[in-house]
């Protein structure tokens, strides 16, 4: 295969490897990165001695995907750019317009969902589960056998099943209040109980995303939120329960979007400025008359 036809058969999977990384990664950016690295490796590759060009790229293409998350859980704190997408923040209650709202973005939260698996049981659930590989090929991409890709796959489900749905609100609810009330009283350890240890929490910045793993500095920048003015309240976040937080002034400071699994929050992906990438459809609550309120701080 000349150096013509191997470009000509890399386009030819382009989409469908760029659709797999971006699964994988959720960034279509990362994505087209993984991708190019892809293309790199098989033009210094004797591609006559490739027998299956679409098996080896999806290998290669997996492969690079785990060193990419594997990379961002080492490091604890990283940033990447990502496109930017409209936040939809509403009042958190039952009815149509709620219902129409979360159908829409169940995707959105399966795609937060995804950022709790480890790198291998991401790429093991989205390998069969979305693109239909077998275990046993599945095996060849992490380096495991058979029956341990299997059982990545199998662990990988059971935590993407056990996110509460967006039906199961009155939990998700309980769960979001739990945590404003710790926060609004500057708990420190309840808030601790209600996030999950390894929590996911995500920055979103005109600059990009910072990406922060424990519960323990989500816990004391909540904390410290509730001692200093701020007010919040629950919120409609992308079909989900969240917060929304004001200054004392009544001035938008925050949105968090939140996924909740097991009784527990397991994600947090914060807008920060939310007027500039966000449709606001609340007002900020009242200190006065909605102190009782234990969706409130």
């Known amino acids: 295969m000349d150096g013509n036809a191997t470009s000509e058969a890399f386009e030819?999977?382009?989409?469908?490897?760029?659709?797999?990384?971006?699964?994988?990664?959720?960034?279509?950016?990362?994505?087209?990165?993984?991708?190019?690295?892809?293309?790199?490796?098989?033009?210094r590759q004797d591609a006559a001695s490739i027998d299956n060009l679409s098996g080896w790229l999806s290998t290669v293409v997996g492969r690079i995907c785990i060193d990419m998350l594997r990379a961002r859980r080492s490091?604890?704190?990283?940033?990447?750019?990502?496109?930017?997408?409209?936040?939809?923040?509403?009042?958190?209650?039952?009815?149509?317009?709620?219902?129409?709202?979360?159908?829409?973005?169940?995707g959105v939260a399966l795609l937060m969902v995804l950022e709790t698996l480890t790198p291998e049981e991401r790429l093991a659930f989205v390998l069969h589960d979305t693109f239909a590989v077998p275990f046993e090929e599945i095996g060849r991409v992490l380096g495991r056998s058979t029956d341990a890709a299997k059982m990545l796959g199998s662990r990988a489900r059971r935590k993407v099943r056990g996110a509460e749905p967006p039906t199961d609100r009155r939990r998700q609810r309980e769960v979001v209040d739990a945590f404003l009330a710790?926060?609004?009283?500057?708990?420190?350890?309840?808030?601790?109980?209600?996030?999950?240890?390894?929590v996911v929490w995500r920055v979103h910045t005109p600059r990009g995303v910072t990406v922060r793993l424990g519960a323990r500095e989500l816990a004391r920048h909540a904390a410290l939120g509730g001692r200093t003015g701020t007010i919040a309240r629950r919120v409609n976040v992308d079909g989900a329960p969240g917060v929304m937080a004001w200054r004392a002034d009544g001035t938008p400071l925050a949105v968090m979007a939140c996924v909740v699994a097991d009784g527990r929050i397991v994600q947090v992906d914060s807008l920060l400025r939310p007027e500039r990438q966000a449709t606001i459809a609340v007002s900020p609550p009242s200190v006065t008359s909605e102190a009782g309120d234990p969706s409130t701080w």
């Not at 930017?84 to 829409?104: K, L, M, T």
């Open 12 to 43: 030819a999977q382009r989409g469908r490897l760029t659709a797999l990384a971006a699964r994988v990664l959720g960034s279509r950016a990362d994505a087209d990165d993984a991708v190019q690295e892809a293309w790199l490796r098989l033009s």
């Open 182 to 198: 710790a926060a609004r009283g500057g708990d420190f350890e309840a808030l601790l109980r209600v996030l999950d240890p390894d």
């Open 75 to 106: 490091q604890g704190e990283t940033a990447w750019e990502e496109p930017g997408r409209e936040w939809i923040v509403a009042d958190d209650v039952d009815g149509p317009e709620s219902s129409a709202v979360q159908s829409d973005l169940v």
